[in-house]
Each structure stands twice: as structure tokens, then as C-alpha cells.
């Protein structure tokens, strides 16, 4: 189960052109439903966490995750007393007594009626229960019980699980793509290589996100935009390994490699090729107004432009790339 707090009030029909704050409120009433449901499907308890042991526990599970190195720790134990004092959201998943999951978010300009979600993470014994998926339906309604309408936040867009639980899961849409955007990061997860990462926005009223919300998940078939006449901008070779291809169409198809944190391992320069090309392609096409539209868990983000762009036959994206691994 979740928090009760969040529980209670009528529904309410919204239209996500028109919203007021009441508006933005009344959504929450089945948010709550479906983070309650959320969270009995993955075994866990999720709440806010205010308290100082509790914080404490987030910070720790925070440093198990992201294993930082002496430079500092994702989140400090001061920063995260802040932010709870300030009225910021912090989340944590328990089992039991045990924290197995956080998240943190702030809220952004007092306009823009919004929160970036800053870190979320969850511990590898709860790995493959959902958790990460109540912590965000909870995160989706404490923010709308608040008048908020959108959450920010940003992802690896390389890590394939994490595209299809954010763009598929979730129903976020990429607004930016940001190249080296936190710069080095020393840890055991970024350590090493370039942070670029895509910006999503989680517009939390409307009926793309409630369908997620509620299990209805809407992924991509790439093999059937390429029958329809969609480009290849980004492919794998039989090698594994990226190959520029063509952006000469209205739909467009980037991959990404099966696993990225594992090639960081077996094949760095790989995976540095793999950082390159994926931000010619899929960075490029975003600065020229392509918009990212869904991802096939394969391993394809699909892209569409209006017809005017696409009549323009840009020329692909192009980042040199050999079949040997660059060390």
C-alpha cells in the first residue's frame, strides 16, 4: 500500500488544454488509485520521508546504487534535510522495515506549475518487482494533490531499459536531448564516460499518462514503421557496433545498443562510438524539431518530423565509426 494522505475527494473529468488548479487537484483522485495499486503489485510500502533516520537510509541507498567516489555522494544527507524541510518531495519504497527505493524531486519556477525529479533509484534485491514504477505513480500524485501539472527529469539514453520504462512505462516525452549535461561524473555507474541525457517532461494529467498509469502501455513497433517506409538513421551492424544510416522520411528510427553498461565493461571504445553516434543522430534530429513519439523495447527510439521538414531530404546524422573498438 501506499501513503493514506493522499487518499480521498471526487473525481473529476479534466481536459489537459484547459487546466486550473482545481482541475490539477481533482486528477489526483485516481492517481491516488493508481499508485495505491502500483505499489501492492510491487510488495512495498510507498510514503514521504521526512524523518532523519529515514533520510539517513535514502542517503545510503543512494551511495549503494550510484557507488560515488570521493568527489561526494549523489545526494548528501544535508542537502536531502533541505530539501524536506523546504516542502520537496522525497519518496521512499519499503519492504517491511526496509528502504529498497527512493526518489527525490524539487520544484521548479512557481509559473511553471512544475517538479524535476531529480534521482530515483531502487536496490538490486527489489530489481524486477515494479518498484520504480510505484515510486513514480506516488511521486505522479503527490505532486498533483500539490497543483502540479509536470514533472521533469533526465535519463541515459543509451541504458534501453530505462528509455522504454520512461518513454513507454511512464508515457514521458523527450523534450531535449543534452549533451555531457551533469560533465564528469565519478561514480561506478557514469565513471568514464560523457553524461549526455534526454530531458523529459511527464505532463500528469491527460490520457497518455493515465493509460500507463493503469498498465495500458502503448510501445512502438519499429519493425512496422519500417515496413511503412520509415528511415534507419542509427543501426547496429552484425558486429554490434553503430552504422550512419539515412533520415529520408517523415519517421524516423534510432538504435541503441542491448546493454550499454555491460559494453562500458567488455568494450569501452564501443561504447564510446555508441556515445558519439547516438548524439549526431538523435541529437541532431531533436535540434532540427524531429520529436521522439515512442521506443520498441528492441531497441529503437522512433522519431517524426512534419512533411515539410522531411521533404527537405536532410542528410543523416554522421559520426565515423569502425568495426574496431577505439581505445
Known amino acids: 500500500m501506499t501513503e493514506s494522505p493522499l487518499a480521498g475527494g471526487s473525481r473529476t473529468v479534466i481536459d489537459p488544454n484547459h487546466l486550473t488548479a482545481d482541475a490539477i487537484r481533482g486528477a489526483a483522485d485516481d492517481a491516488v488509485d493508481q499508485a495505491i495499486a502500483a505499489a501492492a503489485a510491487a510488495g512495498v510500502q510507498v510514503r514521504e520521508v521526512s524523518g532523519g533516520r529515514e533520510l539517513d537510509a535514502v542517503h545510503h541507498l543512494f551511495n549503494l546504487i550510484w557507488q560515488p567516489g570521493p568527489a561526494g555522494a549523489p545526494m548528501t544527507g544535508e542537502l536531502l534535510r533541505a530539501l524536506a524541510k523546504s516542502g520537496n518531495y522525497i519518496g ?41 514504477f510505484a515510486l513514480k505513480l506516488h511521486q505522479r500524485a503527490w505532486s498533483l494533490r500539490r497543483g502540479v501539472s509536470a514533472i521533469s527529469w533526465t535519463f541515459d539514453p543509451l541504458i534501453r531499459r530505462n528509455a522504454y520504462f520512461n518513454l513507454v512505462k511512464l508515457a514521458a516525452r523527450p523534450a531535449e536531448y543534452l ?10 555507474i557514469n565513471d568514464g564516460d560523457d553524461t549526455d541525457r534526454l530531458l523529459v517532461r511527464w505532463q500528469l494529467v491527460g490520457e497518455p499518462v493515465r493509460a500507463a498509469c493503469a498498465g495500458e502501455f502503448a510501445s512502438a513497433d519499429a519493425a512496422a514503421c519500417r515496413a511503412a517506409g520509415a528511415a534507419v538513421v542509427l543501426d547496429k551492424s552484425p558486429k554490434g557496433t553503430p552504422v550512419a544510416g539515412t533520415a529520408d522520411s517523415s519517421t524516423l528510427l534510432v538504435a541503441v545498443p542491448p546493454d550499454i553498461e555491460r ?30 513519439t515512442g521506443f520498441d523495447r528492441s531497441g529503437w527510439y522512433v522519431l517524426r518530423r512534419d512533411e515539410s521538414s522531411a521533404a527537405e531530404r536532410p542528410r543523416a546524422p554522421h559520426h565515423p565509426v569502425t568495426d574496431e573498438e577505439k581505445r
Open 92 to 132: 521512499g519504497a519499503f519492504d517491511g522495515d526496509e528502504l529498497v527505493g527512493a526518489c527525490v524531486g524539487f520544484f521548479g519556477a512557481p509559473a511553471d506549475e512544475a517538479m524535476h525529479s531529480h534521482i530515483a533509484g531502487v536496490s538490486n534485491a527489489a530489481r524486477g518487482r515494479s518498484v520504480g
Open 179 to 188: 549533451a555531457n549535461f551533469y560533465g564528469g561524473v565519478h561514480d561506478g
Open 263 to 292: 559494453l562500458r565493461l567488455t568494450g569501452p571504445g564501443e561504447a564510446k562510438d555508441w556515445r558519439a553516434a547516438l548524439r549526431e543522430a538523435l541529437g541532431t534530429l531533436m535540434e532540427q524539431g524531429a520529436r521522439v
